[in-house]
């Protein structure tokens, strides 16, 4: 199922209404982002020229935005976002740009629509802060943590229908298992599956703690010592509420697509799963497509990329303890050496 619904992907954000302005963040609570000195030393040399335009796909409130801006005064930037929320705290922090911010709601594989309905053909950078924000994190409400009670909701974007209640009411046992194995890469989730059917069958689950009181229960106690036992069952619902994988699979291709020769593309993801959806595909437009054997490489199956970074770069140790989000961050980069012919 895909439940990426949204606004018109060309809508300005001026055109929009936050989902509870009363409960968006203010401005002096705003997180710090992660790696921000390191992605502007990638994008920079490809976004500091007069007339270069920057695709955020993942704006959140605006952290990286306002630092790109500010560092590049000729930058205009494409702000997309699904979460209106965040994009009602990044449009009031970036007010002073006012004239080189374009804001637009919807899933970041809707790129290449929000920039034809710019009327913007290329792009001299694209970047992408994958997964839940601080946020999304900090609203309690959203119920995105296994360690607080809350209504079982998870979505990023407030205007979709599917809720992770929704999930757990509606899927089979089969399909709860196969998400929590594919998108948790949970070991017990079988027994998770099992329990949560016979569970609701008396009682829905409408808030986490009714979950992860569920999950705990069926989880032997040495399994308990590792880790907590809901951790990799949320991140599966979340997942599987927002299509963050199938959304990727989509959005790495097109985000490539509108990278204008010379421009560059940089990732920063925080689980496995989505690491290696970038990481293929980084790899196979880097690489050139010449048969085997061949003994002169024609123009044509050169790389339409090259790779800034080989493998993926972590957090250094001082900015992990400065900003413990960038723990398990994964940051990879390329930029486009050709047009394919």
Do not use: C, W
């Amino acid at each position: 199922m895909n439940n990426d619904t949204n606004n018109n992907p060309n809508d300005e954000m001026t055109n929009n209404t936050p989902a509870s302005p009363a409960d968006r963040p203010q401005l002096n609570e705003i997180h710090v982002p992660v790696l921000l000195e390191r992605s502007i030393e990638l994008l920079g040399p490809a976004i500091e020229k007069p007339g270069a335009v920057l695709v955020d796909a993942t704006l959140g409130m605006g952290g990286h935005a306002e630092a790109m801006l500010t560092r590049f005064p000729g930058l205009t930037l494409v702000g997309l976002d699904r979460d209106l929320d965040a994009l009602a705290v990044a449009e009031e922090r970036l007010k002073p740009f006012q004239g080189r911010i374009h804001l637009v709601h919807t899933v970041y594989d809707g790129i290449l629509d929000a920039l034809a309905g710019l009327g913007i053909d290329e792009v001299q950078g694209v970047l992408f802060d994958l997964g839940v924000s601080s946020m999304q994190l900090d609203q309690v409400e959203r119920g995105f943590s296994y360690s607080k009670d809350a209504p079982l909701d998870m979505r990023m974007d407030s205007t979709s229908p599917l809720t992770a209640e929704r999930i757990l009411a509606e899927y089979s046992e089969a399909d709860l298992r196969r998400i929590f194995q594919e998108y948790g890469e949970e070991k017990l989730a079988g027994r998770y599956a099992k329990a949560i059917v016979e569970a609701r069958s008396t009682t829905p689950f409408v808030r986490s703690a009714h979950l992860v009181e569920v999950i705990t229960k069926v989880t032997p106690v040495a399994v308990q010592r590792m880790g907590h036992p809901a951790k990799r069952v949320f991140q599966a619902l979340r997942i599987e509420v927002n299509q963050e994988l199938a959304v990727l699979e989509r959005a790495i291709p097109a985000a490539m697509e509108a990278v204008a020769v010379d421009g560059r593309i940089v990732s920063m993801a925080y689980q496995s799963l989505e690491d290696r959806i970038v990481k293929r595909m980084f790899a196979a437009a880097s690489t050139s497509s010449a048969p085997a054997g061949l003994p002169v490489e024609l123009p044509e199956h050169k790389p339409l990329f090259t790779l800034l970074i080989r493998g993926a770069e972590l957090a250094s140790e001082d900015e992990r303890a400065i900003n413990p989000r960038a723990t398990s961050v994964r940051l990879r980069a390329a930029q486009r050496l050709r047009r394919a012919e």
